[in-house]
């Protein structure tokens, strides 16, 4: 059990640092206030989240956070979400890979170790859904905007 957690754990963190080190990017500086970036990314998350119906997700490091965005005047948010869902991965990668593709991202599927799919454009910079063992996860990274 504690093997367990602590790889789902990990697994869950691994997909963070991905997603946040893809969203460092300035591609699409499209003029939004800190909130609108915030709530657009939030929003993708949880809606991405229930495509997969009635699960029960949970914040990983609670709301949306701010960091810093190449300079002071500049941010982008990070948000994660997991869940103990997850009966037929591959089902639920495609279902998440045809939802990004219908909001206009890019969307690569990962058929590694651990089924995953990443996501950039549209509404965020780059987000992405793994499932890993015993957990689904989605984690992204907003587009910087001005603001603190």
Known sequence: MYTTTLRSLSFAAALMLATTLAGCDTEGDV???????RDALESLITDTAAQMGDATWDEVVG???SKSCGSEERVKFSYSINTSLG???RADAK???????SLGMSVKISDGPVLAVFGSGGPVSAVSFGTGPAVYS?????RCSAGE
């Open 63 to 65: 709301r949306p956070y």
């Open 138 to 142: 989605i984690s992204g990274t907003s």
């Open 31 to 37: 003029r939004m206030t800190s909130d609108q970036v």
């Open 95 to 101: 279902k998440v890979a045809d939802y990004w593709q």
């Open 87 to 89: 009966v037929d991965p």
